[in-house]
């Protein structure tokens, strides 16, 4: 629970960044989002989704690993 609550306040901070850093281009971006279809988009978050389990995956696995041989 405690790694749940640390990788949310982590999306928090970066997408808070983003639009404090470059708020006329993530309004453009958004604005952008309406013209992409809902296949592409269904599409783009399935891939980025198991891009980020196999990210969390490989990493809790290294520390068991590593956890193990020391």
Known sequence: MRELIIAFGLFL?????LYA????KMKNMLS???DIKD???R???FIFAIIGFVIIWYLK????IL???Y
């Open 67 to 69: 956890k193990n041989y």
């Open 43 to 45: 599409t783009g978050g």
């Open 21 to 24: 850093l470059f708020p006329s």
């Open 61 to 64: 696995r290294w520390k068991l």
């Open 32 to 34: 952008k989002l309406k």
């Open 13 to 17: 901070f970066i997408e808070g960044i």
């Open 39 to 41: 296949g592409q988009l």
